[in-house]
């Protein structure tokens, strides 16, 4: 009879079939994520990894993360193979080389140690992972972090507030983590199984249901009416390109001048409203002013500067009934190969490259400022995607979060809905309103605790306005930072090194 543990135990990664149950694990989690929404297949889905790295080679552990990591990110991310099937390719190979690694590091750490360190060790490698890939390469990508998958449950999301979402993906994979002992330890068939697999469930439910226990934040400040501003894009556009932003922009002063009636006192475009240079074409400058003096109150409007001909900026401006344009603040983190090509000049050759004839240039930091009677903090579009970015700025004083963002490039695709999920986790995370404006749509505003309260369909011209409230303050995790994942981090390194100087099982299985 195997025990957990032992060459043989159904617990053990052996064989191909294991790589065939982590990929279909893999796509199983894309279920928890929008638009599916099956918020609790998290909870599980893991759980086979989880026992199938166990106990093997650190090459064999690093090959069936990277295969459920292509079965994860290869469905979560297949809206990006309307930019072509090899950008697609490359951004799953890369992704899921990152849960590989963690394979590989599950597989050492796990030398040494029982149920409780199979419960606890690959939750904390996998947050310091997640960590990891949020910073490299060029700047980290976050699609895919599992607390992503909780936007919907706002009590899942209350601890956010303390340590940021890794809190949420670390309770996600905990109980993922319990789920997997409980699986080693039923199968086991040893004396008093049955009761350890019973505690090992109990801990997962209690794991899932603690967040409850939890504050829910709110914001108590100044009320203010805000109204979002969905222009739309033309599908199909047959006329040039500058016919084209022209076009954008009218649909977004109409829209604007229908909301007078509404009395708004913050208006928002999204990002791209104005791809029109307006310091180089006065047209589009006064275009601009009239529309913020025909709503009476002051604009946060989507646009770009020209640097030369080669660079540009992407801002969000400040334009006032009385001054017009009168502040901008500069996009910080860009998208590579979407907004800049890095080491342009040795990738030239590249056609496909020529989707981005010119590089954005990143701002120099967070700004704030003060409209309708608070602090507005304005992120752009990728930056919203990064919680460590986004609470610099409520850490600077915002207490209202504009995430003004154009996800036109997806089509009706998943892409949209997944970008208010990350809006959703900002506000849990910072206890913040969050107005998030897409040119395209979803629109949505959404509430400190991360609750959607109104949202707008995709691709139609429309407008929404909500009641919202500034908050008084800035959260512990806005005020504090990653504290959470670098402890993770910290913690796992030990973990490893404990298990590598582990005596090695000789039946550990070497393929």
Known sequence: MGVPGSHGSPTRGEGGAAYLV????????????????????????????FVLAREVTPGRGFRLGAVFGVGFFGTLLFWQSLLGWIAWGLLVGLEAVFIGLWGALWAVASRRGGHLAGVLVPPILWVAVELLRSIVPLGG??????????????????????????????????ANGALAEAWRSLSSLNP??????????????????????????????????????????????????FDKELEIIGSQVRLTAGLRDQDPDLVIWPESSVGIDPYRYPKVKRALAEAARAVGAPM???????????????VVFVVTPKGGITDLYQKRHHVPFGEYIPARRFLDWIPMLDQVPTDSIPGPGPEVFMLAGGTVAPVISFEGDFGSLVRQSIDAGGRLLVVATNTSTYGFTWNSAQHVAFSQLRAAENGVWVAHAALSGISAFIAPDGAVVQSTPLWEA??????????????????????????????????????????????????
């Open 192 to 241: 008093g199984s049955a009761a350890r697999t019973i505690a090992l469930v109990a801990a997962a439910v209690i794991v899932v249901a603690a967040p409850a226990l939890l504050p829910s934040h709110s914001a108590d400040g100044r009320e203010v009416r805000v109204a979002i501003v969905q222009g739309n894009v033309p599908r199909d556009y047959a006329g040039s390109f």
């Open 462 to 511: 429309a407008t929404a306005i909500q009641r919202v409230r500034f908050s008084t303050g800035a959260t512990f995790y806005a005020r504090t930072g990653d504290w959470l994942p670098l402890g993770c981090a910290l913690a796992g390194l030990g973990a490893v090194l404990f298990g590598a100087v582990a005596r090695k099982d000789p039946d550990a299985p070497g393929s």
């Open 300 to 314: 946060l409007v989507g646009g770009e500067v020209d640097v030369g001909s080669q660079k540009r900026k992407v």
């Open 141 to 174: 990508f976050t699609w895919g972090q599992l607390a992503q998958s909780q936007h919907d449950l706002a009590w899942m999301l209350r601890p956010a507030a303390f340590t940021g979402a890794w809190s949420v993906t670390l309770l996600v994979a905990i």
């Open 22 to 49: 982590v990929l279909a694990a893999g796509a199983a989690l894309t279920l928890a994520f929008p638009e599916p929404d099956l918020a609790p297949v998290a909870w599980v889905a893991v759980a086979p990894l």
